[in-house]
C-alpha cells in the first residue's frame, strides 16, 4: 500500500508536458551516446597493424612511384604504398575508381581494416584526398587574389 501511494504521488505531479520533455531528453541522450560509437581517432601504421581486422582511420602521404591503376584491366582497383608521418609504410588496396588528382595529394585519410599487413578500403568513401593548393607555387599571386588587387 505505501509503494503505490508514493508511486501515485510522484505521477500526479507530472503533467502529460512534463512527460513529452522527459521523453525528448531521453531520446537526445541516446543519439548521443550512439554517435559517440562512430568518434574515430587517427591511427598510426604500426596501431592499425596491432589492430588487424577492426576499423581504423589512418593518414598517409602516398610513397613514390607505388601508384598502381590500370583502368582497362580493372577500373575499380586501386593499389598504392601509404607513409605515415612517422616512416612506416603499408601497401593499401581500394577496390573502386582512382580518385582524381591522388599523385598530387599531400595527404590522403584512408578508413578501413590491415587484413594479412594490407590495408583494405571496401567502400567508396574509405579513401578523402586533401586537395593541392592552387596557390602552392606562388604565394603572392595567392596574396593578390585575397587583398582584391587584379594582375
Request: aromatic fraction near 10%; charged fraction near 20%; glycine fraction near 4%.
Amino acid at each position: 500500500m505505501q509503494i503505490t501511494k508514493k508511486y501515485y504521488l510522484c505521477t500526479k505531479n507530472l503533467s502529460k508536458s512534463k512527460i513529452i520533455l522527459l521523453v525528448f531528453i531521453a531520446i537526445g541522450i541516446a543519439t548521443l551516446v550512439s554517435y559517440m560509437g562512430d568518434v574515430s581517432t587517427y591511427e598510426t601504421i604500426a596501431s592499425a597493424k596491432n589492430k588487424e581486422g577492426k576499423f581504423v582511420t589512418l593518414i598517409v602521404k602516398l610513397s613514390p612511384n607505388s601508384l598502381v591503376y590500370n583502368p582497362k584491366t580493372n577500373p575499380n582497383f586501386v593499389s598504392f604504398v601509404g607513409i605515415d608521418s612517422l616512416h612506416d609504410s603499408i601497401l593499401v588496396h581500394y577496390y573502386f575508381e582512382k580518385p582524381y588528382d591522388m599523385e598530387k595529394s599531400s595527404r590522403i585519410v584512408l578508413k578501413g581494416k590491415v587484413i594479412n599487413n594490407v590495408f583494405e578500403i571496401k567502400s567508396q568513401d574509405g579513401i578523402l584526398i586533401k586537395c593541392p593548393s592552387k596557390y602552392k607555387d606562388d604565394p603572392t599571386k595567392a596574396s593578390q587574389q585575397l587583398s582584391g588587387d587584379s594582375m
